[in-house]
C-alpha cells in the first residue's frame, strides 16, 4: 500500500516537535534549518506567542529592520493584546512607522523603557548595544544564517536559552573584509552563527521544515535536489494545484515563447548567443526587461490555492533577480523605457526572503570570461531560483556548461574548516542541465 504524503500533517508534526524543544527541553540551543517559503516568519511568531503565553518574557534577534518590523506587525495580527517592545537604533527613521498605528507596541531606544514586556525585539546590532540588564531566559534568532558569528557573540550573554531558525540554502553573511585568516579556527567570525555554534555543541536539538508553501511542485525537487541534498523537501502543493496563463496569445518572439514554456512547466530558459561582454550585457539586460513587459502586456493570471479566482500577475508580484547592483540598475533602466513600473528589481541579497508569483533572473554565469568564488557562491543562485509561486525564466547566454568545466573549482583547502556542501560548481550544472529540457533559444 502506498502511502500519500500529506505535507500539512508533515509540517504540523515537524512544528510540535520544535514547540515542544523549545518549550520543555532543556538544551540551550535548539537550530531549526528551513528552506525557502516553509513557513520560518510563521514558526518564529508562533513560537514567541508560546512562549509569551506560557509566562516566559523572551527576546528576538533579527538581522535587518525590516525583518524586526515585519515580525512585530505578525505578532499584533495573531495577538493584538500581547504587549510587544521595538528597541530601535536612534536614527532619523529607525522604524516602519506602521508601527505606530499598533496600540500594543511600545518603541523605545533604551532597553530600559521596555522592561517587563512580554516579547522585546531587535536587530543582532542594536542588541550587541545593550549591556548591564538581567538575562532573558529565552531568545528567538530569526534568519541565525545571515547572522555573522561574532554577532552572536556579542549578544549571547543576554539569554539562556535559544531557538536558532534560518535557511542553511541563502548566501553565506557578508563580510567586506577577508576572511581567510581566521579560516580553520574556531572562533572564525565571517561564519555563520549556526555552524559556529554546532561546531562547539554539536549535541543540540536540530530540526528542519520538511515543506516549502512558496515553491510550486515543479521547482521544489530541483531546488531541494540542488541546493539542500542533506535536508531534503517536498512542495505543499502538487501538479496541477497551481496554473498560469495568459490572456493574450503569443506573438513567437523568445520573450513570449519562453513565457508560455515557463507558464507551462514552471521553468525557462531564455538562451542568448554565446559571447564574453561587460557585466552589464546590454542585450541581456534588454532580454529581461522585455520578458517582463511581454509578462505584463499578456494579461497573466495566477491561480492557485490561496484564491477561488485566478488572480491578475501584476507587476508587484514579479520580480527581476541580478548577482550585482549595476546589473539591477541597468534592469530598471531598460525596463523605464519600456514604461514598466512596479516591478521588485534587486540582487539576490536584497532577494533574500521575499515572494513572487513570477520571477526573471539573469544568471550570474551569463557572458563572463571566468567562472569566480562569487559566481559559483551556491546560495546565490539558491536565491535567484527559489523566489517564485509559479515560474521562474532564467535569462542567460549560451555557453555556461563549457564556462564550468574550464574553471574547475580551484579554491585553496584550508584545513578544519567544513567542506561546504552542496558545491557551487555542481548545483551550477544542476541547474542548467534542468534549464537546458525548458530552453528557448533567441537571437535578439
Known sequence: MTTVFDPGAAAARATGAIL????????????????????????????ALELAAAGHPLMV???????????????????????????????SDPYDKVLDGLENVRKSAKVADLAGLDVVISTAAKWAHVKNVEPWGHAIVDEAYQMRSD?????????????????????????????????????????????????????????????????????????????????PFRSGTDHGDRKLSFGVASDGSGPDRVLDEAAEAGWGLLELPARHTPRTDPEAVRAVALVVRRLLDRGGVATSERADEPVPVTADRVAVGTAHRDQAAAVRAALAELG????????????????????????????????????????????????????????CREGVAELLDEHPSTEPVQLGVTVKFPDGWEA?????????????????
Open 20 to 47: 515542544d524543544d523549545t518549550l520543555r527541553g532543556s538544551a540551550r540551543g535548539i537550530v531549526v534549518d528551513s528552506p525557502p517559503g516553509a513557513g520560518k516568519s510563521t514558526l518564529v511568531v508562533r513560537a
Open 340 to 395: 514598466v513600473t512596479g516591478v521588485a528589481v534587486d540582487t539576490a541579497n536584497r532577494l533574500q526572503g521575499r515572494e513572487f508569483d513570477v520571477t526573471v533572473v539573469l544568471h550570474p554565469l551569463s557572458g563572463r570570461p571566468d567562472a569566480t568564488a562569487f559566481h559559483l557562491e551556491t546560495g546565490r543562485l539558491c536565491v535567484l531560483a527559489s523566489r517564485h509561486r509559479h515560474a521562474c525564466v532564467v535569462v
Open 151 to 231: 554577532a552572536l557573540l556579542a549578544v549571547a550573554g543576554l539569554f539562556e536559552r535559544a531557538l536558532f531558525v534560518g535557511d542553511p540554502g541563502q548566501l553565506d553573511p557578508f563580510s567586506i573584509v577577508g576572511a581567510d585568516q581566521w579560516a580553520g579556527l574556531s572562533y572564525d567570525p565571517s561564519a555563520s552563527a549556526v555552524s559556529t555554534l554546532l561546531a562547539h555543541n554539536p549535541e543540540l536539538p536540530q530540526h528542519r521544515l520538511p515543506v516549502s508553501w512558496r515553491l510550486p511542485a515543479s521547482a521544489a525537487p530541483l531546488v531541494s535536489d540542488a541546493f539542500y541534498p542533506y535536508t
Open 428 to 444: 551550477n550544472h544542476a541547474v542548467l542541465a534542468h534549464l537546458a529540457e525548458h530552453r528557448v533559444r533567441w537571437r535578439p
Open 61 to 91: 534577534v533579527a538581522q535587518t529592520n525590516a525583518q524586526v518590523d515585519d515580525l512585530v506587525v505578525r505578532l499584533a495580527e495573531k495577538e493584538p493584546e500581547l504587549p510587544v517592545g521595538r528597541l530601535h537604533s536612534n536614527d
